[in-house]
């Protein structure tokens, strides 16, 4: 595992001076070694360390891995990333024993680059299936409640009167995945409920977590 299909580092130690570009000085007047080309240096990628991953995790990751024949990488980033979003700021880490001011959530920011045709896609969708299963939950779940709302929206706005009682709420989105990086679509993040859970009472005027995966 860990082979993208890339030229391996080549071996410049046999290369004559006459290998070098005309601009370069000679190894023979300079006492420096022979530029070479670093587009030609690629490197063997490591294989993603498994074992580091909770067992429930490492059995699902080595599963979609074998199935897809796939590099363990393509599914194991998706769902650590998802892994921290849903963790969100209920669980913290606290560096250092005496300063209380400093703490991190399990923010977790992943990209996997591999060759076109490498077949990223697949197993990064079999990892997130429960996000995506969750956030089309959401979506059904925000479509009924605004439907209910227009309609207690339009019974309001026909009786209204100046001392009618405020108008019904609009339902917020709750939103854990976006699948349009662009910046305007990442921004509109902001604007909609991105936390696991519903905002009470007691959480009016607190900011969102932000869980956009």
Excluded at 82 to 91: D, K, L, N, R, V
């Amino acid at each position: 595992m860990g082979d993208y299909g890339m030229p391996l580092k080549k071996d410049h130690s046999q290369e004559t001076p006459s290998s070098a570009p005309d601009n370069f000085p000679s190894t023979q007047k300079s006492g420096w070694p022979n530029p070479v080309n670093i587009l030609e240096m690629r490197h063997r990628v490591p294989s993603f360390p498994i074992e580091f991953l909770p067992t429930p995790f490492r059995s699902l990751i080595e599963d979609i891995g074998d199935r897809t024949q796939t590099h363990y990488e393509f599914s194991a980033i998706p769902l650590m990333v998802a892994i921290g979003a849903a963790i969100g700021t209920s669980a913290v880490l606290q560096p250092k024993e005496h300063d209380t001011e400093w703490r991190e959530s399990p923010a977790l920011w992943g990209i996997v680059i591999a060759a076109s045709g490498s077949k990223k896609s697949h197993p990064a969708t079999a990892a997130l299936k429960s996000s995506t299963k969750l956030q089309q939950k959401f979506e059904e779940d925000h479509n009924k409640d605004l439907e209910e709302y227009q309609k207690e929206y339009a019974a309001w706005k026909a009786n209204a009167d100046p001392d009618s009682e405020a108008a019904p709420h609009k339902p917020i989105r709750r939103t854990i995945m976006v699948n349009d990086a662009t910046q305007e679509a990442l921004a509109s993040c902001k604007n909609v409920l991105t936390d696991f859970k519903s905002l009470g009472p007691s959480d009016a005027g607190k900011p969102a977590r932000n869980t956009c995966l």
